[in-house]
């Protein structure tokens, strides 16, 4: 005859496993959620040429998503989710950078050598 | 079934001890990439930057891998990073990798403005920066005659000048070329009749005249290289030395001369007519003399530079025989005995 108490020890014991699966799907949502925003961050400097025009910045975030979804394949949540938070600002630092050295590009080649960067020339006999 | 659990045992514990004896060593080696890398970071980012980022991130996953205890794939990335560290430290070392935004040969961190272009026109070419208006005269460099110095714009850009250095710039001086005090607005104050005296303060700027008679010549004295003539008689009482009201204005004239001429010393000699005792004669010119130097002692005239002699008659220098005659020889002169 089991008692109530013997009869209640397996339905924990279903239960604690069933926790522990929810919580382990959760902790790896997250960071496979962490590795598309940064994925989806790295997609936009790509498209802002960051590749050319941030390559430092972006080879770092391309390297730390790598290795974050190297660590989630071994089920190392907590390890992906940082790498996947580090590439998430690497690459935004790498699209920002490349909209910046575009901006400095097209002025570079909007004043060509020799001429007045500033338009200085215009201006005649006053104060700037 | 003992044996392979102790073996189990003896190489988890030496994996173990191996993976702490090699943390300290990995953490090491990326202190010293993040120091070679940190040393010239920026000609890396211009110049090697993926071999940076890989060096850099290679660096912290083996530092993540060596927290784990997974000391094999630690040292796996250590080594690559330490790879990527020297090939970017290698092919960074050049001065071009410093970065130079606006184009302008100097590197950016040497460059104070790196988004602009500096103007190189030989001011203040080293800091990066353009210098629109150099001499801040309000007036841009291309318009401006002088660049450097500061001037205004009716004289486009370029300081006044003082020419005859005067104190008063060209712009405001009258006679830019001639020196002038400010009152005279920069112009030389003449001297017309070149008397020694200017003419803002003669009173006859076209007759030559002493200083103490205001540039005006002497009315009733003429003074030459030796002697200060009179144009009329000194008066004295009727045998007497008193000299008559009337000869002072004459006098003074001589004072006036004796001032001018600050060095002359003079002998002044008192002549009389024959008429009367020689010996009466000769005390009277005497006294006459003496009267005249006295009087002049009177204004001011250093008694040194007075000489008073009485010659009586025996000087005379026309006819006694005559009224007019005796009139001309009775007189006084004075000589100028040294200037």
Known sequence: ?128 | MRLPALAIALFTGAAGLWGCVSSPAVYDRAGSVEKLTNEQHVSMVNCTPRELARAEAFADFARHETSQGRPHTARDFIELSEFNARKAFENSRDRSCLGDLDGDGIPDPEDRCPEEKEDFDKFKDKDGCPEPDNDLDGILDPQDRCPNEAGPVKNEGCPFMDRDGDGLSDDEDKCPDEFGPRQNHGCPIRDSDKDGVPDNEDKCPQVQGPKDNEGCPYKLIQVTDKAIILKEKIFFAFGKSTIRRTSHPLLNEVVLALRDHPTYVVRIEGHTDSVGRASSNQRLSTARAVAVRKYLLGKGVAPRRLQAVGLGEARPIDDNSTEAGRSVNRRVEFHIVSK
């Open chain 1, 1 to 128: 005859m089991l008692t109530a108490f013997g009869r209640l020890i397996p339905m924990l014991a279903v239960g604690l496993i069933g926790l522990a699966a929810c919580g382990g799907t959760a902790v790896s949502f997250m960071s496979s959620t962490a590795i598309e925003r940064a994925e989806a961050e790295l997609r936009g400097a790509e498209r802002a040429k960051a590749d050319e025009l941030a390559p430092y910045e972006y080879t770092k975030a391309d390297l730390y998503i790598r290795m974050s979804k190297e660590r989630l394949g071994f089920a190392d949540y907590q390890a992906a989710q940082r790498f996947a938070e580090d590439a998430l600002e690497i690459a935004a630092t790498a699209r920002k950078n490349a909209a910046e050295a575009k901006r400095l590009k097209s002025l570079r080649e909007g004043n060509p050598e020799g001429t007045d960067p500033k338009g200085w020339g215009s201006i005649k006999g006053e104060s700037p």
